[in-house]
């Protein structure tokens, strides 16, 4: 499997169970439009990861399909930062996955968009005016929980207690990936982080909260390492294509 292909499978499987895990929150959200809006949310995230399992498949040339890849792999074979499998917990720690997640994305599709790869170019271009609503969402919902009562920081900072080691991993890089940044085809993921931290430590500054300055980050993101909770994850995701082989819609 080539440098490339894994890149776009990372990015494929990132949105896959980012947004298998905010499905969760359908006919749970705490009122009927932000129940709406993190159902929206998830529904795009699906969408990206369709469109780059499509592209994934078309390199790896085998004959498979975008549910062959999305479906019938194995643990191992996911190449997700740890971070989109945690727990959503209460909301102000979906919140927040959802908001670093996003300005991730942001950043990461924005260079993309200079991508000499025209597949990537494309699909950066599609998925960022989807990402820049999100980032606007979470960042007013993250502006509430900072600023709204004591109860409500208290949360939002427990959730980053919960979830900072685990940002880092959103940078790791799959095999290879410095080839494909030499040849314009991605964004640097180093480059990326810098740029990660300086836009959340500018956002924290305006929501009054205090910026990690933490390095200890968990390792295995890109690299088929997984936290104990994405088995459950795929048992749900994958149990009518297991169940049912070569089931159609």
């Known amino acids: 499997m080539n440098s490339l292909t894994n890149y776009t499978l990372k990015l ?34 699906l969408g990206q990861s369709n469109n780059f399992y499509k592209y994934a498949a078309q390199l790896q040339g085998e004959g498979k399909t975008e549910d062959d890849l999305a479906f019938l792999r194995v643990e191992k074979e996911y190449l997700n930062a740890q971070m989109v499998e ?9 919140i927040l996955k959802v908001y670093f997640f996003c300005v991730y994305q942001k950043l990461l599709y924005e260079k993309m968009s200079d991508s000499a790869d025209e597949t990537l170019f494309a699909l950066a271009q599609k998925s960022l005016k989807e ?14 929980f900072a600023n709204g ?3 409500s920081k208290s949360k939002i900072e427990n959730a980053l207690e919960n979830i900072w080691e ?57 690299k088929g390492i997984h936290t104990e909770y994405f088995g459950f994850i795929l048992c749900e995701l994958q149990y009518m294509q297991r169940t049912y082989p070569d089931c159609a819609w």
Request: glycine letters at 6%; hydrophobic letters at 35%; charged letters at 30%.
């Open 12 to 45: 494929a499987d990132d949105t896959l169970i980012m947004g298998q895990r905010l499905a969760e929150w359908c006919g749970k959200g705490p009122y009927l439009e932000e129940d709406i809006a993190l159902t929206n949310i998830a529904l795009d995230y």
């Open 86 to 94: 945690l727990p959503n917990e209460d909301y102000a720690q979906t």
């Open 131 to 144: 990402v820049k609503y999100h980032y606007i969402h979470s960042k007013t919902w993250m502006n509430v």
């Open 149 to 151: 009562t004591d109860e």
């Open 166 to 222: 685990y940002t880092g991993g959103l940078f790791d890089e799959t095999e290879d990936e410095e080839s494909l940044f030499k040849l314009d085809l991605i964004p640097s993921s180093k480059e990326l982080y810098e740029e990660w931290k300086l836009l959340i430590k500018k956002d924290f500054s305006e929501f009054n909260l205090n910026f990690s300055e933490s390095n200890f980050m968990q390792k295995g993101s890109r």
